[in-house]
């Protein structure tokens, strides 16, 4: 990185002059106007005055500092702008310390000492007009010594501990117990318990998580018997609420064999070459097919080899397609397969064009150096005339596999209820993720509809709890749509979302510090952007946050992420922004991981342009509504299709999420809310490359594939971000910015904040393109993957910051500037050039050695 200096976000000192950003904070102590509550048009307010939150998460053992760093932590917030903390990970078994005292062998008491700082955290918070959001289950892990059967130990991923606790009485009863410890205690400092303190105006119960996810994640197949049990318990209760008999069910479920029919596939047998069949490859995926005899029928085999493989599942496939089939009718797929190693394939039935949809039969089977032969009956969810049989996985690894006797017929044996009366004695098996591609049509929608009634009734139970036991009358959240979904959220206060641009990735061992990159490429260069992704997420009539957000180290082009963001989210109207995540507790000078903020200049520079321009609103709301109907029946048919990672959202209602840049978004769950002068999603046609806003003061611009920006153009908060070198810009109100260089080819970030318009005018000027520790040294691994391995490198911290021309519509003789250093004290004047009579142009460059400029005009 050429021409850095050192830049060090202070800690030990606050931030004073044009870096204290207090004065968004208008009201201390927090909740001094009572509880917030949502208003009639689904956003927050602080009495009667609307109320946004801009925040940041503190996590794990950061949320417990020592008296002298909690006072430092609180005022460096409030002066960066923050009105809000999102406290996470507290319950952490990893964490040191940790709210709850692992060291007595179970998870059922609170650590004593870590409650006492996290009181004094608090109460400091609060005192400065900082409110918090406690999250109560995160990364809690459950042991048999809690009360549980000892099986429990055998669930290695807590997330899988977590879900199970969305159906299991004993596991929900020890939430509510923490719940209890926490939000019941009082904490000195303010002389009130969690649940009666206003300053605490949201508590979220189950981070990124849900039933559902949990059934899409397999969780629940390999879960030990004694949870499998009360799972098909409660499965067969809710089926015996809807069915008289077994009977009734298999009519109702269609599971009625019929007779198998004539062969649907042309030369099954290869007897004919390929004639009908095909190899594909995709991505740099190499393989080849060929015919040989040794077939266990005697006859022919497809051999296939790929020499180049690559992890995307449909990079290697063989198919044959021109096959008409219907919806809900039985059909039996026959074949034999082996392979030059035991591994896993995959086959499906599926769409033989755009957009090449599955239609309800996807399943993995595993194969080995052994002929074996393979059935599956299936029924499917929708029929096509153009479809087609597909084995896939076959690039995924190097290697040769036979496929030989292919055979697809209509009619078979349904499979899945045993013989008997199976409803009467409670023996209808729950459904394994791994079989859903096979289960029957019915037989999955009921399915999904007792999971998705069960994990309602969990939320509803522990937010039942919270308020009428525990007395919390403040926010309440569930968790974020995408691990649950929009119908199930919006029976709480708050629908909620989660984003991450580039976000770290592990080859091998999660969370291994030593295999591990990112990718590194810009947001603005993307068709679909995080803040697209989001908008999908939003319900019409109830607030939207967004708890966590991040674009993680190393990604050289982080700078961009936050005003992006917050732009967004003020054109949007959303109501809170929680950036991920502070950091450690103590130190300054070196950035510490992906995620922090605190340390990393890149980050931090940007937060009070971003908080001025979200929490006084200064880039309007657009003026028009992009709505889609999206009810409970729609959301239950999207369960079908999607994955864990990606439940219903606006993409099954039709919306684009990329239109946000433009107009708002939002589903409506009854299709009687829909606002009158609401535009369809049909109705509207998404620019490829150029978008702007209809208030005018935002615009993406894509024209140039590689080097993409954004241009903020409110009154108050104006910005440019991206590949701005070499550009010329307009910020409206006579405003022009003109970047002359940039490093990484041209890319940086300025923003131009007004902190007062009168009785005379006053605004902070933020330049900066990169930042890194001292010694850091990314590996490029291949295309746009990078890595540090463990080496983060040194402190100091060092940035690097473009070189640009501001003009302002004002005398020079009448501007005052200086740059200034990290703690925001006045370095050195500034002289500005002259532009003709009414304006002025200031100079920013590297050698000033300063990432921020204080701008005054002297009053008239």
């Known amino acids: 990185m050429q021409e850095t200096f050192v830049w060090t976000v202070p800690f030990e000192k606050p931030t004073q002059g044009a870096l204290d950003f207090r004065f968004l904070i208008d009201h201390a102590p927090a909740g001094v106007r009572g509880r917030i509550r949502v208003g009639s ?14 925040g940041i998460n503190i996590t794990a053992g950061a949320c417990f500092p020592d008296t002298a760093n909690a006072v430092k932590m609180a005022d460096q917030l409030a002066r960066a702008g923050f009105n809000c903390v999102r406290f996470h990970h507290m319950d952490a078994f990893w964490a040191s310390p940790s709210l709850i005292r692992y060291r007595a062998g179970n998870s059922r008491a609170l650590d004593l000492e870590a409650l006492a700082r996290f009181d004094y ?41 977590h879900a199970i606790g ?33 300053a605490v105006v949201m508590i979220e119960i189950n981070n990124e998580n849900g039933l559902i996810q949990g059934w899409m994640s397999g969780f629940f197949d390999e879960m030990p018997a004694v949870f499998q049990r009360d799972l098909q318990r409660q499965w067969n209760e809710w089926l015996s609420h809807r069915y008289a008999s077994t009977e009734a069910l298999r009519k109702a479920w ?52 790929f020499t180049r493989p690559s992890p995307t599942l449909w990079h290697g496939q063989f198919n044959q397609s021109g096959l008409r089939v219907e919806a809900e009718r039985w059909y039996t797929l026959r074949f034999y397969a082996r392979a030059s190693q035991r591994r896993i394939l995959g086959v499906n039935i599926g769409q033989a064009h755009a957009p090449w949809e599955i239609l309800g039969f996807d399943a993995t089977f595993e194969v080995d150096t052994e002929w074996r032969a393979y059935e599956f009956r299936f029924s499917l969810a929708k029929g096509d005339a153009n479809a087609r049989v597909n084995f896939y996985r076959l690039a995924e690894q190097t290697g040769v596999v036979w496929i030989a006797d ?55 139970d522990m937010s039942d709890y919270l308020r009428r036991e525990l007395g919390y009358r403040g926010i309440i959240l569930g968790t974020i749509v995408g691990c649950s979904t929009p119908h199930l959220m919006a029976q709480l206060d708050t629908v909620d979302s989660h984003a991450y641009w580039t976000h770290p990735e592990f080859p091998g061992t999660a969370w291994d510090a030593n295999n591990w990159y990112v990718r590194n490429a810009p947001m603005v260069n993307a068709e679909r952007a995080t803040v697209h992704e989001i908008a999908l997420k939003r319900v019409l009539g109830k607030p939207f946050t967004v708890t966590e957000y991040d674009h993680p180290a190393p990604n050289a082009y982080t700078a961009e992420g936050r005003l992006i963001l917050a732009a967004h989210a003020a054109l949007q109207d959303w109501d809170g922004l929680f950036l991920f995540d502070y950091g450690a507790s103590s130190g300054e000078g070196r950035i510490g991981g992906f995620f922090e903020h605190r340390n990393h200049p890149a980050k931090w520079a940007l937060v009070r342009a971003c908080a001025a321009l979200f929490l006084r609103g200064d880039l309007r709301p657009a003026q028009k509504l992009i709505c889609a109907p999206f009810s409970h ?31 708002r978004l939002a589903l409506a769950l009854d299709e009687r809310q829909m606002p009158r002068n609401a535009l369809s999603p049909q109705s509207v046609s998404v620019p490829a490359t150029h978008l702007v806003a209809d208030t005018g003061e935002l615009l993406w611009n894509r024209d140039s594939a590689e080097r993409g920006f954004v241009l903020i153009r409110a009154r108050r908060s104006k910005a440019a971000i991206g590949f701005i070198g070499g550009r010329v810009l307009e910020w409206g109100d006579g405003f022009t910015v003109q970047v002359l260089r940039a490093p990484l080819n041209g890319f940086a970030v300025v923003a131009l904040t007004v902190l007062q318009e009168s009785p005379h005018w006053r605004a902070l000027l933020t330049a900066l393109s990169h930042a890194e520790n001292t010694n850091w040294n990314p590996r490029t691994l291949d295309k746009d993957r990078i890595t540090l391995g463990n080496q983060w490198g040194d402190a100091p911290t060092r940035v690097s910051v473009p070189t640009l021309r501001l003009t302002l519509p004002y005398p020079a003789e009448k501007i005052r500037a200086w740059a200034l250093d990290a703690q925001g004290n006045r370095m050195r004047a500034l002289m500005l050039t002259p532009q003709g009579k009414s304006a002025a142009q200031l100079e920013f460059t590297p050698a000033l050695n300063t990432i921020y400029c204080e701008l005054e005009v002297a009053p008239r």
């Open 633 to 663: 029946a729609q959301e239950l048919d999207a369960l079908q299709r999607a994955w864990a990672w990606g439940l219903p959202d606006g993409r099954y209602a039709g919306l684009d999420g990329r239109a946000a840049t433009i107009h």
């Open 254 to 305: 269609r599971l009625l064999p019929e007779p198998l029919g004539a062969p649907m596939l042309r030369n099954p047998r290869f007897t004919d070459g390929l004639q009908g069949w095909t190899l594909e490859q995709h991505g740099e995926a190499r393989g080849a097919v060929r015919i040989e005899g040794g077939a266990p029928d005697g006859g022919n085999a497809a051999r296939i080899e």
């Open 406 to 460: 292919v055979q697809l017929m209509p009619g078979g044996e349904p499979p899945f209820l045993p013989a008997g009366d199976v409803l009467e004695q409670q023996r209808v098996p729950f459904v394994r993720h791994r079989e859903r591609g096979s289960t029957p049509p019915r037989v999955l929608r009921d399915w999904l509809a007792f999971l998705w009634d069960t994990e309602c009734a969990y939320w509803r």
């Open 41 to 54: 048009d689904g956003h927050y307010y602080a009495g009667n005055t609307r109320i946004r939150f801009w």
């Open 121 to 161: 955290l608090f109460a400091q918070l609060k005192q400065r007009g900082i409110y918090s959001n406690i999250n109560l289950l995160v990364n809690r892990r459950f042991y048999a010594t809690d009360g549980l059967p000892a099986d429990i130990e055998q669930m290695a991923d807590v997330k899988a501990q």
């Open 166 to 198: 969305c159906f299991y009485r004993p596991l929900i009863e020890l939430q509510k117990e923490y719940a209890r410890q926490l939000l019941t205690h009082r904490n000195p400092h303010t002389g009130l318990t969690y649940a009666e303190d206003p």
